[in-house]
């Protein structure tokens, strides 16, 4: 090897340095830049046919530029037989353009289980929680798991 193809050990693995490869020729799982964080009082919006949320907590986790993120919030729907739509913060900010740019789930596990999508509010630049309540007699626990890359 000559002098010209060394790496200096400083740009290694740091900051718009270099990665280095392993013996598979991979990138080892230590040199990518990863992050998480929990949020027990998320900031949600009351959008289509709900009274109240409340509890919203979620943890994530970002991968370069892909950020995954689990909670639950509690719901309680206006009306029976209704498109319920909830606006969920982003733990980390990204400008969506298509409501495809989140992938995503919601559902509710009781006696009226209910299920929907979450995707991207491009106007607001946040999650959309989107379902059909069928009962709105009494607040609701739901799940959520969602998924989006960061656009600048």
């Not at 006696?111 to 379902?131: C, K, M, Y």
Request: include cysteine.
């Amino acid at each position: 090897m000559a002098f010209r193809d060394w790496i200096l050990s400083s740009l290694k693995a740091v900051a718009n340095g270099v990665a280095t490869l392993d013996g598979s020729g991979l990138v080892p799982f230590s040199q990518v830049p990863v992050s998480s964080g929990e949020d027990l009082a998320v900031t949600t919006f009351n959008t289509t046919n709900i009274s109240a949320s409340s509890n919203c907590s979620y943890q994530w986790i970002r991968f370069n530029n892909y950020v995954m993120v689990t909670g639950q919030v509690t719901i309680t729907e206006n009306s029976n037989n209704a498109n319920t739509i909830l606006g969920v913060a982003l733990p980390i900010a990204s400008n969506f353009t298509l409501s495809t740019d989140i992938h995503g789930v919601v559902n509710k596990y009781d006696n009226s289980a209910s299920e929907g999508i979450v995707d991207a509010d491009t106007v607001n630049n946040r999650a959309l929680l989107t379902f059909y309540c069928g009962n709105a007699s009494a607040a609701h626990l739901y799940h959520f798991h969602f998924s989006y890359k960061i656009k600048p």
